[in-house]
């Protein structure tokens, strides 16, 4: 006999139990009673999401082939969503991101209040949500500490590199809003924020991706003391696919409470995106938040850059680096402030690894964490292994070729990243018997300090253990040479070298 909780759940999905019930009752005839006792005794394929309750004593309900679906998922966020829970918003902010978002991003996009009387903090939604088996903490390579939606254990290995590209976009993006704020006069000019590992802006009790004070005429109010405070910029941006009503709700939810707090100067509220679907973009237009793109923002030109530099980032991450690519991304996002500093620092990971590609192997990965037994882990930006023959592991620093690398950051290279990826090597079953070499790549020079430290390890490592090199502008413009891609060594040139080359 099919049971009819079972019957309706294959066909409606999962749901709450109250609807199950009003099935039941419609359906079947039976009393609301005898309705819900049935449900609540529901066995079998049936589960129950444990900690999240709902109005009324209901629960959120599927079956266990269905867990984790995009079904599931949905269904849960507007059933979350229809009663303005901080959870759904949390989880609905995570699946617009693919489903996974670096860690110091959660409280961001959570849409959460940081701090607020009758408001659950982001820290709390959290843990709710992992006690509920729905989010989880995991390294994500590329990405490092990141929250996502709970999947199969290597669900989210095979986007981390379009991921990694999407945040690097946004980044960027970020930049060229800090500057167009800046150029129109709309804020304090150094006092734009930019989210960060170590930090996150934020306005009143939320965290943004970019604030800044506005001290134009009509965004100011007087405070208590009579003297008059200046009003706010807030911004959040999504680079990835089209933003929906259910991934735009978290930013609106955090967009109105805000406005809420009576302390809080006028805030100027913008949401920046790809492209929206047309009832996620009615509904910011309803609520008063400007909903931007790039293109209407900055023109074709930055707008195309940025889609250009995402699609860059992601190939180069598998396949080949495209040098003509680079010169037009230099181009066309140069003109934003800071830009170059930050691209030569970034492609030159990616330039890295196919230099690697094209001299060592053509097995390559790029940012791969590394756990030693020991439970300590350190990240290796390029690794390139020879089948039952070596393994070598690149660290890379792509700084203006006029500069120093900053000491402390090879010393922590000589001091932990070495160490530690070589003791996870030799705990390694496949890897633990070969050749490994460490490598340091950089387009800056090294202080006379750090050449001392490298001399002084160079020769204090037994070569029968690991062996590390340095490799800095001359050695590394050689290395493009040895690619035989003349369009790679004139990119290296051009970006990343002294002027003339010396």
């Given at each position: 006999m099919v049971d009819p909780v079972e019957d309706f759940m294959r066909y409606q999905g999962p749901c709450l139990t109250s609807a199950v019930s009003d099935h039941l009752v419609q359906n079947l005839g039976l009393t609301p009673a005898a309705a819900r006792k049935r449900v609540s005794r529901a066995s079998g394929e049936v589960k129950r999401l444990a900690y999240i309750t709902f109005p009324r004593k209901a629960r959120y309900v599927y079956l266990e082939k269905q867990f984790g679906s995009p079904e599931y998922w949905s269904n849960l966020v507007d059933a979350l969503q229809d009663t303005n829970s901080a959870y759904g918003y949390?989880?609905?902010a995570i699946r617009?991101?693919?489903?996974?978002?670096?860690?110091?991003?959660?409280?961001?996009?959570?849409?959460?209040p940081l701090r607020q009387a009758k408001h659950l903090s982001p820290e709390t939604v959290l843990q709710r949500l992992i006690q509920a088996g729905l989010l989880e903490r995991r390294d994500v390579p590329g990405l490092g500490a990141c929250i996502s939606l709970v999947q199969s254990e290597h669900h989210f290995d095979f986007m981390a590199a379009e991921?990694?590209?999407?945040?690097?976009?946004?980044?960027?993006l970020l930049y060229a809003v800090?500057?167009?704020?800046?150029?129109?006069?709309?804020?304090?000019?150094?006092k734009v924020a930019i989210r960060g590992p170590d930090s996150a802006p934020t306005v009143g009790t939320f965290a943004w991706d970019l604030t800044a004070p506005s001290y134009l005429s009509?965004?100011?109010k007087p405070g208590k003391d009579g003297n008059m405070k200046p009003g706010f910029i807030a911004c959040d941006v999504y680079l990835g696919g089209e933003v929906d009503v259910q991934g735009i709700r978290p930013f609106i939810n955090k967009c109105l409470t805000l406005r809420r707090l009576r302390n809080v100067g006028p805030c100027m509220q913008i949401f920046v995106a790809g492209k929206y679907s047309e009832e996620a973009f009615a509904l910011l237009k309803q609520n008063g938040i400007v909903p931007a793109t790039p293109g209407n923002l900055f023109g074709d030109e930055i707008a195309e850059g940025l889609a250009q530099l995402s699609s860059v980032l992601t190939k180069a991450a598998f396949t080949a680096l495209d040098p003509e690519g680079l010169d037009l991304l230099f181009k066309r996002l140069g003109k934003i402030e800071g830009a170059s500093v930050q691209l030569r620092g970034t492609l030159f990971e990616?330039?890295?690894a196919e230099i690697a590609r094209k001299t060592i192997s053509h097995q390559v990965k790029m940012n791969r964490i590394f756990?030693?037994?020991?439970?300590?882990?350190?990240?290796a930006d390029v690794v390139a292994l020879v089948d039952d023959k070596s393994v070598t592991f690149i660290e890379c620093k792509g700084y203006n070729p006029y500069a120093n690398v900053p000491d402390k950051e090879f010393t922590h290279w000589v001091q932990h990243n070495v160490p530690v990826i070589y003791a996870a090597v030799k705990a390694h079953p496949e890897w633990k018997n070969l050749k490994v070499q460490f490598e340091f790549w950089s387009t800056a020079s090294l202080s006379d300090d750090a050449s001392a430290m490298f001399d002084t390890a160079k020769k204090t490592i037994k070569a029968s253990r690991y062996t590390i090199e340095l490799r800095l502008g001359k050695q590394i413009h050689q290395l493009c040479k040895d690619t035989g891609n003349d369009g790679l060594v004139t990119s290296f040139r051009k970006h990343f070298m002294k002027y003339p080359p010396v």
């Open positions: 949390a989880i609905a617009l991101r693919g489903g996974v978002i670096p860690e110091y991003q959660f409280p961001i996009a959570s849409g959460s991921m990694r590209a999407r945040l690097i976009t946004e980044e960027f800090r500057d167009w704020v800046r150029k129109l006069g709309f804020v304090s000019y150094d009509f965004m100011m990616y330039l890295a756990k030693s037994p020991e439970g300590k882990k350190a990240e």
